[in-house]
């Protein structure tokens, strides 16, 4: 049974880059509409970027997004990612050690 993994971005890697490294924020394709660079630009988080597959904003598809919680849960790994409802996925994991925690920027 595979469960996935996780691999370290070049930014992300703090081995490497222990005073310069950010956290991966998962977010959605450039086709869906959201305010999140924006907000990470004025709200100043500079701890968080975009590092996903797609150009030009380093997004995710929805596909790819629940393949990563799930792996999340498999693995017991962290991971802070942009979502929206309504979605049955946020249910799935209710009552879970991986339910979903809205944060505001």
Known sequence: LFNGYFQFAKTNNCTIHPTT????LIGPSCETTTPIESQLFWNQIVG????GPLPPNGGYTNAQRREIWYA???TKS???MHWMEPDPLPVAFLGTDYSFQMVDF
Do not use: F
């Open 48 to 51: 968080l970027s975009m590092n």
């Open 78 to 80: 962290h991971i802070i």
């Open 72 to 74: 999340a849960n498999a």
């Open 21 to 24: 490294c950010t956290g991966t």
